[in-house]
């Protein structure tokens, strides 16, 4: 039996630098195997770009505006593709869509993990779709493999490292002995870096992406303003040493897990041990770590961004919408992974009420009776020692102490920190790191 012939899918996309331009080309170079899977082709009938001049060399074959909502308000758009980034007016013009019936995909995951709720409500009466596979970890297909393969599983927590920029800093300072600012100017060099490299290294980019993700997991409210967030730039080149000193590595982490009480949603550098798979992640590449009740810990690995892998991801939310064109939207997947009326209210948790194992280095007076100074504070408040790291000090009088701590919470670490840090004989600010095992022992 035959199937009836349908006419194209109408695309008009928002954005044509990096990530649009790949999305073109992907399209074009697939089209025939795209058209076999949807059922009738995808092609782009419209395109907004602020600057034309950098359209040469894509041969677009479609009308090229300067203004997005020209593409908007087109009737014959069947579906938008919001590449442009940042908050304003992609927020706007995404409503407008879904105002105006049209479908939407989008990789942007600062406007979804800040104003997420309002717009997915605003497709579900609509009755259209909100994509954005291509919002987290790049080409990893993460978001459907939640969704959807997973499904059948309570999600109990997920690690994931959905940043490149720092993990390619982290790996540049481990495998090739930089410290931190000659890491961050070579990121910059080969364009894994902005010039602006703020929301990448102090973890607002990975903190974005976890606050999607774990809504998907746990079926909780989109809530980025209540996500822990720190990042790698207080990081120095000795503290992946004596990681790796203890049998670690340092990476930064996005963690988000389920607990009776709440759920901990926090992006920080983390120790984990070396032999764990997630430590063998090496420089721009992403993973995500998720253990589910049925099926135990699943990990998804590939590029986290790039022109190709984005596209990847945003051509497969395309083939999606187009499938279910014609379906019933109550039947359709839901945005969030739960029906709407299922979310659940589990509050976040703050970090206070975390439970973790610890690195600290403590710089203090080279002078007997210091550790004995610093393993009493812990002490009285029930922080007990596992390990010690300290290096021959010579005639230097101030000197480095590395301590890892055992299973504590971090509201009682918080205390005790205060008070080592008012101790006369310490001499810089405390670095404290967590230490997680992933499902091993930490």
Same mark, same amino acid.
């Given at each position: 039996?035959?199937?009836?012939?349908? &006419?194209?899918?109408?695309?008009?996309?928002?954005?044509?630098?990096?990530?649009?331009?790949?999305?073109?080309?992907?399209?074009?170079?697939?089209? $025939?195997?795209?058209?076999?899977?949807?059922?009738?082709?995808?092609?782009?009938?419209?395109?907004?770009?602020?600057?034309?001049?950098?359209?040469?060399?894509?041969?677009?074959?479609?009308?090229?505006?300067?203004?997005?909502?020209?593409?908007?308000?087109?009737?014959?758009?069947?579906?938008?593709?919001?590449?442009?980034?940042?908050?304003?007016?992609?927020?706007?013009?995404?409503?407008?869509?879904? *105002?105006?019936?049209?479908?939407?995909?989008?990789?942007?995951?600062?406007?979804?993990?800040?104003? &997420?709720? @309002?717009?997915?409500?605003?497709?579900?009466?609509?009755?259209?779709?909100?994509?954005?596979?291509?919002?987290?970890?790049?080409? !990893?297909?993460?978001?459907?493999? !939640?969704?959807?393969?997973?499904?059948?599983?309570?999600?109990?927590?997920?690690?994931?490292?959905?940043?490149?920029?720092?993990?390619?800093?982290?790996?540049?300072?481990?495998?090739?002995?930089?410290?931190?600012? =000659?890491?961050?100017?070579? @990121?910059?060099?080969?364009?894994? *870096?902005?010039?602006?490299?703020? %929301?990448?290294?102090?973890? $607002?980019?990975?903190? +974005?992406?976890?606050?999607?993700?774990? =809504?998907?997991?746990?079926?909780?409210?989109?809530?980025?303003?209540?996500?822990?967030?720190?990042?790698?730039?207080?990081?120095?080149?000795?503290?992946?040493?004596?990681?790796?000193?203890?049998?670690?590595?340092?990476?930064?982490?996005?963690?988000?897990?389920?607990? @009776?009480?709440?759920?901990?949603?926090?992006?920080?550098?983390?120790?984990?041990?070396?032999?764990?798979?997630?430590?063998?992640?090496? $420089?721009?590449?992403?993973?995500? %770590?998720?253990?589910?009740?049925?099926?135990?810990?699943?990990?998804?690995?590939?590029?986290?961004?790039?022109?190709?892998?984005?596209?990847? *991801?945003?051509?497969?939310?395309?083939?999606?919408?187009?499938?279910?064109?014609?379906?019933?939207?109550?039947?359709?997947?839901? +945005? %969030?992974?739960?029906?709407?009326?299922?979310?659940?209210?589990?509050?976040?948790?703050?970090?206070?009420?975390?439970?973790?194992?610890?690195?600290?280095?403590?710089?203090?007076?080279?002078?007997?009776?210091?550790?004995?100074?610093?393993?009493?504070?812990? @002490?009285?408040?029930?922080?007990?020692?596992?390990?010690?790291?300290?290096?021959?000090?010579?005639?230097?009088?101030?000197?480095?102490?590395?301590?890892?701590?055992?299973?504590?919470?971090?509201?009682?670490?918080?205390?005790?920190? *205060?008070?080592?840090?008012?101790?006369?004989?310490?001499?810089?600010?405390?670095?404290?790191?967590?230490?997680?095992?992933?499902?091993?022992?930490?």
């Amino acid at each position: 039996m035959s199937r009836p012939t349908m &006419g194209p899918v109408r695309v008009g996309i928002l954005g044509m630098g990096t990530v649009g331009g790949g999305t073109v080309q992907v399209l074009r170079r697939n089209a $025939g195997e795209i058209a076999r899977r949807v059922g009738r082709e995808i092609v782009i009938a419209q395109a907004a770009v602020r600057s034309p001049a950098r359209l040469r060399g894509l041969d677009l074959h479609c009308p090229v505006t300067t203004d997005p909502f020209a593409v908007v308000r087109n009737p014959e758009i069947d579906v938008v593709v919001e590449v442009m980034g940042g908050i304003e007016p992609a927020r706007s013009l995404i409503l407008e869509a879904i *105002a105006a019936g049209k479908h939407v995909v989008t990789a942007n995951k600062a406007l979804l993990a800040e104003h &997420g709720n @309002a717009i997915f409500a605003a497709a579900q009466e609509q009755g259209v779709v909100v994509a954005f596979e291509a919002a987290v970890a790049g080409g !990893i297909p993460i978001i459907k493999a !939640i969704r959807e393969g997973l499904a059948g599983n309570r999600i109990q927590w997920l690690a994931g490292i959905i940043n490149g920029t720092s993990n390619y800093i982290l790996t540049q300072m481990r495998a090739e002995a930089k410290d931190f600012p =000659s890491a961050l100017a070579e @990121a910059q060099r080969l364009g894994y *870096a902005e010039a602006d490299p703020g %929301l990448d290294i102090d973890g $607002g980019d990975a903190a +974005h992406k976890l606050t999607l993700l774990a =809504s998907i997991a746990f079926g909780i409210p989109v809530d980025f303003a209540h996500c822990y967030v720190e990042g790698i730039r207080n990081l120095d080149r000795v503290d992946v040493v004596y990681a790796e000193d203890l049998g670690y590595r340092i990476k930064l982490l996005g963690i988000a897990k389920r607990r @009776a009480d709440g759920v901990e949603l926090r992006v920080h550098p983390t120790l984990i041990p070396e032999r764990h798979l997630l430590a063998s992640v090496e $420089g721009p590449f992403n993973a995500v %770590l998720v253990d589910g009740d049925a099926v135990g810990q699943t990990l998804y690995y590939g590029r986290g961004a790039g022109a190709e892998p984005t596209a990847s *991801a945003i051509v497969a939310d395309l083939v999606d919408v187009a499938r279910t064109l014609t379906a019933d939207p109550s039947n359709r997947v839901p +945005h %969030l992974a739960f029906q709407p009326d299922c979310m659940s209210a589990l509050p976040l948790l703050p970090m206070a009420a975390v439970e973790s194992a610890y690195y600290l280095r403590i710089h203090a007076h080279n002078r007997p009776g210091v550790l004995a100074q610093v393993a009493t504070v812990l @002490a009285e408040h029930g922080i007990s020692i596992e390990a010690l790291v300290q290096k021959e000090a010579g005639a230097a009088a101030d000197v480095p102490i590395v301590l890892l701590l055992h299973r504590c919470r971090e509201g009682d670490l918080d205390a005790a920190l *205060a008070r080592i840090q008012a101790l006369p004989v310490v001499t810089r600010p405390v670095l404290r790191l967590r230490v997680e095992g992933l499902g091993e022992s930490a």
